[in-house]
């Protein structure tokens, strides 16, 4: 699992008109080349009037499947610079979709590469871009007389409360770099003068949008 790295927020969709052309960018997250490949299906269906679904998509954490698809196009026209724009944002499991309406003016071969450079980087920007960064979920286990000076501690710490269940007892759940879970021991068991509970728990990235 990487420590970090960066994709899309989730769906969304944004267009630009260029020289009476519509561009419509539809962007997503996919973790599977069946996904992005589900997703690519979907708009072409929703767009089926449209001269143009031009796709790109990348997905692994060394970006193993890459793939563009000019979809009628002349080659290397639109998918190609699609996919140079995730790759120059830094993106991994992203797959982006741009229908293009024809509107009788043709932009050339520079004008189509930059037209689909230029409606996937808007469409990226207006979903927006999310650091996911990889975490170890802390379990702190307290009695109720302890919970306002841990919320308060934790208030002003560089650690994330993820969730409290209160139940007999007080259980934090807290996000944790996994560098730094002894030193979040010690300082916990500090704080609770060792009337704490505190355990490792699972591994889960948190995301933090970035743009």
């Not at 690519?40 to 269906?45: L, P, T």
């Not at 140079?84 to 043709?106: A, H, N, P």
């Not at 841990?150 to 710490?157: D, P, Q, T, V």
């Amino acid at each position: 699992m990487l420590l970090s790295y960066k994709t899309v927020q989730g769906y969304g969709h944004n267009e630009i008109h260029i020289q009476k052309s519509r561009f419509i960018c539809y962007v997503n997250r996919a973790t599977t080349e069946e996904e992005a490949q589900g997703f690519i299906q979907e708009i072409k269906k929703q767009h089926r009037d449209a001269n143009h679904n031009c796709s790109a998509y990348l997905i692994g954490e060394n970006n193993q499947i890459q793939k563009a698809n000019d979809d009628g196009e002349p080659s290397g026209t639109a998918g190609v610079p699609m996919l140079e724009v995730l790759k120059k944002k830094d993106l991994k499991d992203t797959v982006v979709v741009v229908t293009r309406y024809f509107g009788g003016i043709k932009l050339g071969a520079g004008g189509l590469i930059r037209a689909y450079g230029s409606a996937t980087s808007e469409g990226i920007n207006f979903v927006g871009i999310v650091e996911r960064k990889l975490m170890r979920v802390m379990s702190v286990k307290v009695d109720y007389t302890w919970v306002g000076k841990i919320e308060n501690e934790l208030r002003s710490s560089e650690y994330q409360l993820k969730d409290t269940h209160y139940t007999d007892i007080v259980e934090f759940e807290i996000y944790v770099e996994e560098s730094q879970t002894d030193s979040f021991s010690k300082w916990m068991v500090e704080m609770t003068n060792g009337q704490g509970v505190i355990l490792n728990g699972v591994l889960e990235y948190l995301e933090k949008k970035t743009i």
